[in-house]
Nanobody, 123 residues
Framework: QVQLVESGGASVHTRGSLRLSCVAFGSVGTINCMGWFRQTPGAEREGIATIDEGGRTTYADSVKGRFTISQGEDKNIVYLRMNILKPEDTALYYC?????????????????WGRGNQVTVSS
């Protein structure tokens, strides 16, 4: 079993920056893929970034060029650096992990989910 704990969510102004952190606890040796999803009220969860054990990354078009996913020196820590934030980035951000290779950003691919961390961007 794996537990994920996110931190770093806050309220910022447009074009501001934030860094979200996620620490995995438990059977971390079983994790092969970690990532971030986000969700706004009434909308589907959107997969926005993934990173695998080798450090290979993927991004949704909506965040490409502005967000960067990275691993800590301990592979059980993942960061999401968010730059040039826009009001439409306002959402609850979830850290996710999977025992499988990073195949897609389908919700079904990820077995473990954090509780979510709120990011609010105001104009």
């Amino acid at each position: 079993q794996v537990q994920l704990v996110e931190s770093g969510g806050a309220s910022v102004h447009t074009r501001g920056s934030l860094r979200l952190s996620c620490v995995a606890f438990g059977s971390v040796g079983t994790i092969n893929c970690m990532g971030w999803f986000r969700q706004t009220p009434g909308a589907e969860r959107e997969g926005i970034a993934t990173i695998d054990e080798g450090g290979r990354t993927t991004y949704a078009d909506s965040v490409k060029g502005r967000f960067t996913i990275s691993q800590g020196e301990d592979k059980n820590i993942v960061y999401l650096r968010m730059n040039i934030l826009k009001p439409e980035d306002t959402a609850l951000y979830y850290c996710v992990a999977s025992p499988n290779q990073c195949m897609s950003t389908s919700q079904a691919e990820f077995e473990w989910w954090g509780r979510g961390n709120q990011v609010t961007v105001s104009s």
